[in-house]
């Protein structure tokens, strides 16, 4: 796993940490996104309107 992360990070122009830190920022993002999407798409209780 390091030797691909470090031929992406040399590819990129970038040192080994700068790529790690994008791919974990990149991965927290997506999670992040997923998750706020999910809370989204998830029903609402149907509550009765009070009088």
């Not at 040192?15 to 809370?39: F, V």
């Amino acid at each position: 796993m390091h030797e691909r992360i470090s031929q992406m990070a040399t590819a990129e122009g970038v040192s080994l940490n700068t790529m790690l830190l994008t791919l974990i920022a990149d991965a927290y993002g997506w999670r992040s996104a997923t998750e706020e999407a999910a809370k989204e798409t998830k029903p609402r209780s149907k509550r009765k309107a009070a009088a």
